[in-house]
Structure formats: structure tokens, C-alpha cells
Antibody, heavy 119, light 112 residues
């Protein structure tokens, strides 16, 4: 049974870097048939795709966040990570990690982690 | 970026009645080389992660009840719940995966 679990600080100060890790269990992150992605949902708002990574390290990013976003993968730990720099209150959101089909739709989501940006 | 616009923003439907959600893309998501529409539908209930209902605009995912159906092509798509059940109360999103960024619609809240 596949399970994705987000972990990381729930509170980040403005201008600092948000860091989250997604641990994959019940499946291999080195699958050649999937991407691994991050999606967020600000309070009371809709879903925003942040970016995706292939096990080899190939990435796609949302251009609106590209200058601040880094997604990386650690196949030895079966994890992938998100770093978002220079955060503001607008980055407060529930952050979901996800497993994506190669074509791009999301067929499995983690439970989500609330990250609040506040001093 | 592709802009996905859903309508309505919310709707109230009686139990057993039909619910129809529309999704319009600013550009076609129909890929000519494989004749597939790169569009998915998701259901999102409070406190839970979203769940995929449809991929390729009309392919129902395993375990999704057949009262859910998807239709449309190119830029205009519809998700239909043929007979609304209490467990269908949720926010529904469409998403294009034709090209990154894989944009979502703003969501449609379905209530009873």
C-alpha cells in the first residue's frame, strides 16, 4: 500500500526558506513510470501545482515560483524534498506531496502539511 | 499558462438529482498526436487529500462509482454526477496536464 508522508517545520519566518520532505513507503521512488510532485492550497483557496521531479532528477517547475523553488530527490532514502526560499505570508498553505503519472495527472496524494509563514 | 475556469463556483443539488460541473481551458488540451484530452478531475473533501476521479477527460479511475462521468474535448469539459449521494459533497477541480505548469480550475463546491 503506497503511502506518502510530508514532514517539516509547520512555522517559517518571513524571508526564510520553507523546507519539506516527502517520504515514500510501499513503493519505490525510482519507478520509471512516475513523477513526484508538490502541490499547495492556501487557506480558503484552490490548488496550485508547484513542480515535479523524476527519479533521475529531471524537474518541471511552476514558472511563477521557479526562481524560489528547488525540488530534489534522494533515492537512497526513498524521499523527495521541496525548498521554497524568501517566503512571505502568501506562501502559507497546506503543502501536498504527490505521485504523478508520466503524463502529469496526480493519482496519489499525501495527507498534506500546513506551513504557516509568520514572525 | 493555461487558465482553467470552472462554472459554477458552487451548486446545491437535491439527493438523487444530477450535478453538472463545467471546465473551460484557455487553450486546447487535445494532443493531436494521440487524440487524447490531457484533463483530469479531482474530488476534495475537507480534511482529506484530493482524490482523482477521471483522467483523459473521461476515463474513470478504479473504484470511482459509475454515477461520475466526464465528457468534452478540446477546451470544454463537463463532470456529471448522475444521482447525487451524501458522500459526494466536496469541492471538485479540473486540471490540465497538457503542459507544465499543470494548472487547476478554481474549484466547484457541491452541496446538498
Amino acid at each position: 500500500q503506497l503511502h506518502l508522508q510530508e514532514s517539516g517545520p509547520g512555522l517559517v519566518k518571513p524571508s526564510e526558506t520553507l523546507s519539506l520532505t516527502c517520504t515514500v513507503s510501499g513503493g519505490s521512488i525510482s519507478s520509471t513510470s512516475h513523477y513526484w510532485g508538490w502541490i499547495r492550497q492556501p487557506p480558503g483557496k484552490g490548488l496550485e501545482w508547484i513542480g515535479s521531479i523524476y527519479y533521475s532528477g529531471n524537474t518541471y517547475y511552476n514558472l511563477s515560483l521557479k526562481s524560489r523553488v528547488t525540488i530534489s530527490v534522494d533515492t537512497s532514502k526513498n524521499q523527495f524534498s521541496l525548498k521554497l526560499s524568501s517566503v512571505t505570508a502568501a506562501d502559507t498553505a497546506v503543502y501536498f506531496c504527490a505521485k504523478e503519472a508520466l503524463s502529469g495527472w496526480v493519482y496519489y496524494w499525501g495527507q498534506g502539511a500546513l506551513v504557516t509563514v509568520s514572525s | 499558462d493555461f487558465v482553467m475556469t470552472q462554472s459554477p463556483d458552487s451548486l446545491a443539488v437535491s439527493l438523487g438529482e444530477r450535478a453538472t460541473i463545467n471546465c473551460k481551458s484557455s487553450q486546447s488540451v487535445l494532443y493531436s498526436s494521440d487524440n487524447k484530452n490531457y484533463l483530469a478531475w479531482y474530488q476534495h473533501k475537507p480534511g482529506q487529500p484530493p482524490k482523482v476521479l477521471m483522467s483523459w477527460a473521461s476515463t474513470r479511475e478504479s473504484g470511482v462509482p459509475d454515477r461520475f462521468s466526464g465528457s468534452g474535448s478540446g477546451t470544454d469539459f463537463t463532470l456529471t454526477i448522475s444521482s447525487l449521494q451524501p458522500e459526494d459533497v466536496a469541492v471538485y477541480y479540473c486540471q490540465q496536464y497538457y503542459t507544465p505548469p499543470r494548472t487547476f480550475g478554481q474549484g466547484t463546491k457541491v452541496e446538498i
